[in-house]
């Protein structure tokens, strides 16, 4: 099946091909999902696909509550009957439900420059989009409302939260212009969205994190502090993280335009050693502040950021 010519629905995606159910995870592939066309089609492949794998879907439930009862009547679904109250009073019942508010949700997207690098197949930036508009699938599924923010030194554009499908189509139209560019400063923007969101929700910070962490994760304590839920999402390349270059190469800054010629055996130890200390400290502060941290690789399926993601969402009250 040649994805450059899959012009498959939403729903058609799910029962197209009995393979997609016994191997899913090769359609959850991010250099396959970067050769199609469309991020609708790219986004809505990663959720079906994520939901394929899990074979039962994990949002039952979770958008309604328990109301009330009321007496049963012909044409009722004898699923919602109560059988507790039938056994006390022998006489059946409804239960009824009604809709909770919706759970706000907050995608934060960095756009910075650093976000474009790429040592091959898809950047950071991309990898991102993908992310934030598989997470929004998610939510509105549940009945939960997206809302979408990008920012670099400051806030680039943003989609405020809403609960109807058609939203998804402003997120994916945001997605689909972004370019990275500029510096990172993170914590102007967190301020400013903190400051100006006065009702509780979930707080998605998608991000390499390439910015000062102190005053990072200032801003991400102010979230906390107005008693959102935050979860951040490190994006990460496999040649950042391994500094596998093999000969002397010239490295240039991409948010600064610095230059700087090295020999990339000799300071690979140290770099990765300091790498790895920096994501440790950061997600070590993250979890004294009840942050819910998780580090990803662009060469890794988008299924693991989404079972991440979930497991976090489960714990949301």
């Known amino acids: 099946m040649k994805f450059d010519y899959f012009p498959l629905t939403f729903y058609e995606i799910v029962v197209y091909n009995k393979n997609m159910a016994d191997d899913y995870r090769k359609y959850l592939d991010p250099e396959t999902v970067s050769r199609l066309d469309g991020m609708e089609l790219k986004a ?124 998804i189509n402003n997120i994916l139209k945001e997605l689909n212009k972004i370019e990275p560019s500029e510096k990172t400063d993170a914590a102007s923007s967190f301020h400013e969205l903190a400051d100006r969101i006065k ?10 994190l390439f910015d000062d962490p102190t005053s990072m ?17 490190q994006i990460l390349d496999p040649f950042e993280r391994h500094f596998d270059y093999k000969a002397e190469a010239r490295f240039r800054d991409m948010e600064t335009g610095q230059m700087l010629l090295t020999n990339p055996h000799q300071i690979r130890q140290e ?35 989404l079972f991440g993601y979930l497991a976090k969402r489960s714990k949301l009250g």
Request: include cysteine; proline fraction near 3%; glycine fraction near 6%.
């Open 271 to 305: 770099y990765v050693e300091r790498l790895n200390e920096f994501v440790e400290s950061f997600s070590r502060a993250c979890r004294e502040s009840l942050i819910d941290y998780h580090l990803l690789d662009t060469s890794v399926p988008f299924d693991k950021a």
């Open 44 to 167: 809505r492949l990663v959720v079906e696909g994520f939901i394929v794998g899990l074979h039962k879907s994990p949002y039952h439930g979770f958008s309604v509550e328990f109301a009330e009862h009321r007496q049963y009547m012909p044409g009722d679904d004898i699923r919602h009957v109560d059988w507790k109250v039938y056994g006390k009073s022998d006489r059946f019942y409804i239960k009824q439900f009604e809709e909770e508010t919706n759970l706000r949700g907050h995608i934060l997207l960095d756009a910075s420059a650093s976000m474009g690098f790429k040592s091959d197949g898809i950047s950071k930036l991309e990898y991102g989009s993908y992310l934030a508009a598989a997470l929004s699938y998610l939510m509105l599924r549940q009945q939960d409302s997206p809302g979408l923010l990008v920012y670099d030194e400051k806030i680039r554009s943003y989609v405020p939260p809403r609960g109807a499908r058609s939203h």
């Open 199 to 208: 009702r509780r929700g979930l707080i998605v910070v998608i991000s390499d």
């Open 217 to 233: 994760l200032k801003g991400l304590k102010h979230f906390r502090h107005r008693k959102h839920e935050v979860i951040v999402f």
